[in-house]
C-alpha cells in the first residue's frame, strides 16, 4: 500500500506533468537507458571561456580512467583557483562524466573554480569498491598536480549528486581514513548513500513510477555490490554505514521533501554533527529527486542552485583556506 507523501512543488508538478517515468529497472531497460545519447558538453561549452584538457589515470588494476578538465580562459594564472572534483549521478548503473555538468560548471563561471569530472566504471560490470577507487584515484591525481593545473591545494572540494553525491561521500571517507589528499569541503547534491533502502521516505517512495523510486534503487544497488554480503559491505561503498563520522570536511547536504533519499541525507547530517562536524542541510519542500537539475528554470531549482553556490563561495573563500 503505498504511503502518503508531502505534496510537490506546484511549479515543479507542473513541468514534470510530461516527463516519462518509470517504477522499476531491469538488466534490458538499463541496456537501452545506456544507448540514450551522451550528454552534449560542447553545448555546455560553447558560450564560456573555458580552456579543456583530456587525460587519463590509471585504476589500481590498471584501468584507464578518463578525467576532463575545465578551467576559466585566463591569462594571470599566479593566483592558484579553487578546484571542485565532480562525480556524476545515474545510480552508479549509468551516465558519464559530462553528467550534469551545468551545475560545476556554474562554480566555474562564478567563483573561478577549476572543475574536474571523473569517468568512474559503472556497475555492474564493476562491483564493490572499484568504482569509489576509481573516484579516489582521480582525486590523487589532481592532488599531485595541482601546481601544474594553477589549483590550490587547500581548496578543492568534492562534490557529486545523486550516486556521485555517494560516491563523492565515500571518497571523502577514504581520504579521511588513509590520510591523504587534503578535501577542504564536499558537497552532496541529493545523495544516494544507504543501500539498505529501509527508511520512512524510501518507503514512501516506492509502489509506483517516479523518478527515482525504491525498486529502482534496489536494482541499482544489487547491481553495484554484486556477491557482497551485508557484512562485507565498506563504509566506502555504502556510506551510511560508517560508523565514526568524526573528521570530515565541512559538509553540504541537500535533498528534496518528496524524494527517496531525503531521510538518509538528513540522517548523515545529523549524524555529523553529533560527532562535533559541520554541515549545512537544506530540505526543499516539494522538491523531487533531482529537480534542479532537471528543471533548473523553476524558482525552487534556482533558489537551490544559488544557495549552493553562495555556501561554496564562503567555503573556497582565501581568507577562509588561509
Known amino acids: ?122 556497475a555492474p ?52 581514513d588513509l590520510g591523504t589528499p587534503a578535501i577542504a569541503a564536499q558537497l552532496l547534491i541529493c545523495p544516494m548513500l544507504d543501500h539498505r533502502n529501509t527508511s520512512v521516505s524510501s518507503r514512501q517512495y516506492a509502489d509506483g513510477p517516479g523518478v527515482w523510486t525504491r525498486e529502482m534503487n534496489a536494482f541499482g544497488w544489487r547491481c553495484v555490490l554484486g556477491d557482497l554480503t551485508d557484512d562485507e559491505i565498506p563504509p566506502y561503498v555504502s556510506p551510511a554505514l560508517a560508523d565514526d563520522l568524526s573528521g570530515l570536511p565541512t559538509t553540504y547536504v541537500d535533498t528534496g521533501s518528496a524524494e527517496v533519499f531525503r531521510d538518509e541525507d538528513t540522517d548523515y547530517a545529523t549524524r555529523i554533527w553529533a560527532a562535533g562536524g559541520q554541515a549545512e542541510l537544506h530540505v526543499w519542500a516539494g522538491g523531487f529527486h533531482g529537480f534542479d537539475a532537471l528543471y533548473p528554470q523553476a524558482r525552487i531549482s534556482a533558489t537551490a542552485r544559488r544557495t549552493r553556490a553562495d555556501w561554496l563561495a564562503r567555503v573556497l573563500s582565501p581568507d577562509r583556506a588561509a
Open 1 to 122: 500500500m503505498t504511503m502518503a507523501r508531502p505534496a510537490l512543488d506546484p511549479e515543479l508538478r507542473e513541468l514534470a506533468a510530461d516527463m516519462p517515468l518509470m517504477s522499476r529497472l531491469s538488466p534490458d531497460v538499463l541496456a537501452q537507458l545506456r544507448r540514450l545519447p551522451p550528454t552534449p558538453v560542447e553545448s555546455l561549452l560553447a558560450h564560456r571561456q573555458v580552456d579543456r584538457q583530456e587525460v587519463t589515470v590509471r585504476a589500481k588494476d590498471g584501468a584507464p580512467i578518463p578525467l576532463s578538465v575545465f578551467r576559466p580562459a585566463r591569462t594571470d594564472r599566479t593566483t592558484a583557483a579553487p578546484c571542485v572534483y565532480w562525480m556524476h549521478g545515474g545510480g552508479m548503473i549509468m551516465g558519464d562524466r559530462f553528467s550534469q555538468l551545468d551545475i560545476p560548471l556554474e562554480w566555474l563561471d562564478r567563483l573561478g573554480a577549476v572543475v574536474v569530472c571523473v569517468d568512474y566504471r559503472l
Open 125 to 176: 560490470e564493476a562491483t564493490g569498491t572499484t568504482l569509489v577507487d576509481d573516484c579516489y584515484q582521480g582525486l590523487l591525481w589532481i592532488a599531485e598536480h595541482s601546481a601544474e593545473l594553477g589549483i590550490d591545494p587547500a581548496r578543492v572540494v568534492v562534490a557529486g549528486a545523486s550516486a556521485g553525491g555517494g560516491l563523492a561521500a565515500g571518497v571523502t571517507l577514504l581520504a579521511r
